[in-house]
């Protein structure tokens, strides 16, 4: 079993600068000491969805990037989903003893927002936004389908995303990412020694 599940990663481009780190073990005492649970990006809605995941995922997360907002908030988006894919990739290590699934439901007034993960090294994301339109702060359902895509790629995951009801864009992708955390919160607990899977390799 891995001893230290723990990564920093940055990534740098004409687009964006990212840099994030995960500790998928601190305690909740540990990670406000060492500062993780700050994120800043530069755009106020994305800022609010990954506070959710580090909020409810209750994960020892800091993330600090900056992107070519001018252009859209589209390369922001998805290399964050990147980035923090890659560091739960290399943190998670051989997946040895994880739960490696998770399932949840989050609902947010009107809307009622369901997310299944599966830690399984096949990336892979169905994403149903339902019949949501519209933005808020610039973020659209189609902005959070490529921060999400993006840590499926990266991290070595399975992705399942339904917007079962949602007419309000702030409460669909907060409702979303919500899900999403308590979801990967349960899918990446050690829970034993072995390796979930029959194939002896995740």
Same mark, same amino acid.
């Given at each position: 079993?891995?001893?230290?599940?723990?990564?920093?990663?940055?990534?740098?481009?004409?687009?964006?600068?990212?840099?994030?780190?995960?500790?998928? #073990? &601190?305690?909740?005492?540990?990670?406000?000491?060492?500062?993780?649970?700050?994120?800043?990006?530069?755009?106020? =809605?994305?800022?609010?969805?990954?506070?959710?995941?580090?909020?409810?995922?209750?994960?020892?997360?800091?993330?600090?990037?900056?992107?070519?907002?001018?252009?859209?908030?589209?390369?922001?988006?998805?290399?964050?989903?990147?980035?923090?894919?890659?560091?739960? &990739?290399? !943190?998670?290590?051989?997946?040895?003893?994880?739960?490696?699934?998770?399932?949840?439901?989050?609902?947010?007034?009107?809307?009622?927002?369901?997310?299944?993960? #599966?830690?399984?090294?096949?990336?892979?994301?169905?994403? #149903?936004?339902?019949?949501?339109?519209?933005? @808020?702060?610039?973020?659209? &359902?189609?902005?959070?389908?490529?921060?999400?895509?993006? =840590?499926?790629?990266?991290?070595?995951?399975?992705?399942?995303?339904?917007?079962?009801?949602? #007419?309000?864009?702030?409460? !669909?992708?907060?409702?979303?990412?919500? !899900?999403? !955390?308590?979801?990967?919160?349960?899918?990446?607990?050690?829970?034993?020694?072995?390796?979930? @899977?029959?194939?002896?390799?995740?």
């Amino acid at each position: 079993m891995d001893l230290t599940r723990s990564a920093e990663v940055v990534r740098e481009t004409r687009e964006t600068r990212i840099r994030v780190t995960v500790d998928l #073990d &601190a305690s909740p005492i540990d990670a406000s000491a060492s500062g993780a649970g700050s994120v800043t990006t530069g755009h106020g =809605f994305l800022d609010h969805l990954l506070e959710q995941l580090v909020r409810h995922g209750r994960l020892a997360l800091a993330l600090s990037g900056s992107g070519d907002l001018h252009v859209d908030v589209h390369h922001l988006a998805e290399d964050c989903g990147i980035v923090i894919g890659q560091a739960f &990739a290399e !943190a998670l290590g051989s997946r040895q003893g994880i739960e490696r699934y998770g399932s949840a439901f989050v609902p947010m007034d009107e809307t009622l927002a369901h997310v299944v993960v #599966d830690l399984s090294g096949r990336p892979h994301i169905t994403f #149903d936004p339902g019949r949501l339109h519209g933005d @808020s702060g610039g973020f659209t &359902a189609y902005h959070l389908r490529e921060l999400l895509r993006g =840590f499926a790629n990266h991290a070595g995951a399975t992705l399942h995303v339904r917007l079962i009801s949602a #007419d309000d864009t702030h409460h !669909a992708c907060e409702a979303v990412m919500k !899900a999403f !955390a308590r979801a990967l919160r349960d899918a990446v607990k050690v829970t034993h020694a072995g390796l979930p @899977s029959t194939k002896g390799v995740l």
